[in-house]
């Protein structure tokens, strides 16, 4: 084993123009920094900047990466975005590519390109506004009925109750759902998807937390995860199937059912459009909510910000007749990019950021780091706590809650400072309809409710998941109106 961390060591030691070998941890066989950099990211992250510098290089069993953890060499390393390159399976199986390995995040080169243009139609700016209405109706549903919700909690002898970051998770899923599926989804299928959702989650388990499935041979193997995993991909082809038949019956052309017209075009093939799908809809559902966790947290944790939400919609809504968020003027609202609770949403993911490192990428050319020279097919990950919080344009309060600041930022000052659902050309293609869910969800959570942390308050963060989901509980006091 020592003789093979020091090949390793030898093998991938990144020299500078004097020789000097890139710093790091070593590979600490068998799995090295796998797992710890998805539990630990935060720690690591102050860790490993600290003992080796702005970059440094850390290892994924045997595989090394490097780590980038400052806007400049963040800026430096998208300039050729778009030729950046997948691993195949991120590293991460041959278990993972038979759930995964044909969609749209892990391509690259021209089939990313005609796979992207195909669906980013019915993701971009203008198609997500559409779907604005339908966010601000269930948003404020789910406000209406928390009480009712089977994980809330009463508080004894007062109007409030205890509300687990759980309870948030299916929303989003559903609004999805809908996005997808258009009228052709029933609250029957909705349903359905939830319980399927709860496979797909063993499904990632197994991806990302067992060392067995990572081993090609594992596939071949009549045990319970490939059942489970042929199971999924089975049903999940006769749905979509299903939904496309209902589209072409009501005919309603709806984004699940226009993407599959290119599988009958050949632009697609079918495990890229359900691979896909499966994406966009039940792998995306965990960053999602653990985004919109860590958001409505933020509203407990920091209730001078709560505040200033409550009188921002207070203010907007005095001036709307019947005082409803479900108006023109809400729905404007949520869509801004000028408001405190727009800024709040940006501050909250700059300080708790989704995962600690992000999912590789990989260089497409030759390159030099920092006096280091990095070969192509290198593994890049960014150290996305120290990118949010040191970059010199977040100056010296980086590690401060203030949602103010991106009053006198403009996006182009932190493009490379900030990541939340990636960067460059490749940003996850739900970033407009998360946003729009999460303003939503702050804006009318704060109107209706006073979020505070109760006294046996606890902080955990959920197992066998790439990534930081907070699990809490907090307490929702009804607000006079």
């Given amino acids: 084993m020592a003789f093979m961390k020091f090949h390793l060591r030898q093998q991938h030691a990144w020299k500078d123009s004097n020789g000097k070998p890139i710093q790091g941890p070593g590979p600490n066989l068998p799995n ?7 539990s630990h990211g935060r720690e690591l992250s102050v860790q490993y900047r600290s003992a080796y510098g702005r970059i440094y290089q850390i290892w994924d069993g045997t595989h090394p990466e490097l780590v980038l953890t400052t806007s400049d060499d963040v800026a430096l390393y998208y300039k050729d975005g778009r030729a950046h390159l997948k691993q195949e399976s991120l590293n991460l199986s041959n278990f993972f590519f038979a759930l995964l390995g044909e969609c749209v995040g892990l391509m690259h080169g021209e089939q990313w390109k005609r796979t992207r243009k195909a669906i980013d139609k019915h993701f971009g700016h203008g ?29 004894q002898d007062t109007a409030s109750f205890d509300v687990p970051l759980e309870a948030l998770k299916y929303l989003p899923f559903f609004l999805i759902a809908k996005l997808l599926y258009g009228n052709t989804i029933s609250q029957t299928d909705l349903d359905w998807l939830k319980e399927v ?9 197994d991806c990302f937390a067992r060392n067995m499935p990572r081993y090609k041979f594992f596939r071949l193997l009549p045990v319970e995860e490939n059942r489970r995993l042929d199971k999924f991909k089975r049903e999940w082809k006769e749905f979509n199937l299903q939904k496309v038949e209902c589209a072409k019956k009501a005919n309603e052309a709806t984004p699940a ?5 290119k599988v009958v075009e050949g632009t697609l093939t079918m495990d890229q459009y359900l691979e896909t799908l499966d994406e966009i809809l039940f792998t995306n559902i965990d960053v999602t909510s653990s985004a919109l966790g860590w958001q409505i947290l933020s509203l407990a944790e920091f209730p001078e910000a709560q505040q200033k939400v409550y009188d921002e919609v207070k203010a907007l809504l005095s001036n709307i007749d019947g005082r409803n968020v479900e108006s023109p ?16 949403m940006l501050e909250t993911a700059r300080l708790f950021p989704v995962t600690g490192y992000t999912l590789a990428e990989v260089l497409p050319n030759d390159s030099v780091f920092q006096g280091h020279r990095i070969p192509a097919g290198t593994s890049v990950v960014i150290d996305a706590f120290a990118v949010n919080t040191t970059s010199p344009c977040w100056g010296r309060d980086g590690l401060s809650y203030r ?16 990541w939340r659902y990636g960067l460059g050309a490749r940003k996850c293609l739900g970033q407009n309809m998360a946003d729009k869910i999460i303003k939503a969800m702050l804006a009318i959570t704060a109107l209706n409710y006073e979020v505070s942390k109760p006294e046996n308050f606890k902080l955990n963060m959920a197992a066998n ?13 009804p607000r006079q109106t």
């Fill in 32 to 38: 090295s920094d796998r797992y710890t950099r998805m």
């Fill in 197 to 205: 959702n709860e496979d797909h989650e063993k499904i990632m388990a």
């Fill in 127 to 155: 198609a997500i506004l559409l779907q604005v209405p339908g966010v601000v109706r269930d948003v404020n549903q789910w406000a209406m009925d928390l009480n009712a919700h089977p994980l809330v909690k009463p508080v």
């Fill in 257 to 261: 059912s226009e993407m599959y017209d």
């Fill in 403 to 418: 949602p103010e600041r991106f009053f006198d930022l403009k996006s182009g000052e932190y493009r490379y400072a900030l």
């Fill in 329 to 344: 003027e809400f729905e404007h609202y949520v869509s801004r990019t000028d408001t405190y609770v727009h800024g709040m």
């Fill in 465 to 477: 998941t790439f990534l930081q989901m907070p699990l809490a509980e907090l307490r929702f006091a």
